[in-house]
Structures are given as C-alpha cells and as structure tokens.
C-alpha cells in the first residue's frame, strides 16, 4: 500500500490514477515521489519543459527576473525586481523542482541575498522597512532549493529569530499600517 493509504480512505474519489496518467511531466514526477517511486531526477525531464526554460531565459545576468506591473513604490525605493525574482524561484524549485544544482537558482539565491543586510534580514520589497514574513518566505524557499548550510541562510533565521516577539509571533514596523486601522 502506498504511503496515501491513511488520508485517501476518506476521500470519495483517488487522486493518484488520475495524477500518474495525466500528461504533464511535472505532476508525473512528483506524484511518484509522493509515492516513494523512483522517478529520477527532476533534472531529467522536468527543468526541461517549456515553461521553466522560458522562465530560466528570460532571468537577467544579475540573477533578477524583471518585474511586468505597475510600480508605484519605486519613489519609495520598493525593489520590484527583489519580489519578482523570489516569484520566479518559488516557481522553479517548488512546480519544477529545481534546486542548488542549476545555475538560475544559484543565480537568484545570490540575488536575494545582495539584499541582506548586516543584521541577517533581507530589505527591499517594502523599500527599508523589516518584513518577517517575506523574509520567512524567502528562507523557506532558499532552503527547499538545497541552501540549508550557507552562511547567509544562518544569518537570516538568527535575525528571524532575534525579531520573534514574546508571544511567538513576529511584529512589522508601525508606520507600515495604517492609522485608520485602529
């Protein structure tokens, strides 16, 4: 029995014929993962298809991807090419599971962390201001992609620690609300 037998008992119907006869790659892949079938590597197939080559073609010498929007923070120092550029990796590594090995992510995972300060967080979606939760976001997706180790990743998680409130949670800066919020 596969490792679905506990929760696909309640479901009315069994997702897994349906996703490993679908003729998408991708969901091909990892349906067998879930299912500790060796499919090999992502590599293989999957950071092959259209979509993540276009998305990998069209990523900047820097490491950024452009970001395609209105960009009214730019008069506040808003880093619209940070955000789109951690767009695009959650795309790589969590649809196509890309990781440390191909350059892109490489590539990105440097690019965010020119953002890093000295204290660990990394600044600039919402121009200088803190933001523990892009910065919890960014980390998990820098570790999905194989950077655990690196220093950098260290630094973060101390400063997401550092910031942690007494009762668990994480605080932004008040001039980013609203004052008809309260």
């Known amino acids: ?26 969901i091909t892949f990892f349906t067998n993962q879930l299912l500790d079938i060796s499919a090999g590597d992502a590599s293989d197939r999957v950071w092959k298809l259209p979509e993540p080559t276009k998305l990998v073609r069209s990523q900047a010498d820097d490491g950024s991807w452009r970001y395609k929007g ?68 960014m980390l998990e997706i820098i570790v999905k992609a194989g950077f655990s180790d690196d220093a950098r990743v260290q630094n973060g998680f101390f400063w997401l620690d550092s910031m942690r409130q007494i009762d668990g949670g994480w605080i932004i800066p008040m001039n980013m609300l609203k004052m008809s919020d309260y």
């Open 70 to 137: 209105n960009r009214p923070g730019d008069a506040y120092g808003e880093k619209y090419e940070l955000l789109a550029t951690w767009k695009n990796l959650r795309i790589l590594v969590e649809k196509f599971g890309f990781d440390h090995r191909h350059a892109a992510v490489k590539n990105a995972v440097d690019y965010l962390f020119s953002y890093q300060t000295d204290e660990g967080d990394i600044r600039g979606i919402l121009s200088r201001q803190y933001t523990p939760y892009y910065m919890g976001a």
């Open 1 to 26: 029995m596969n490792n679905f037998g506990k929760w696909t008992a309640i479901l009315s119907y069994d997702p897994i014929q349906a996703l490993l006869s679908t003729a998408d790659p991708a």
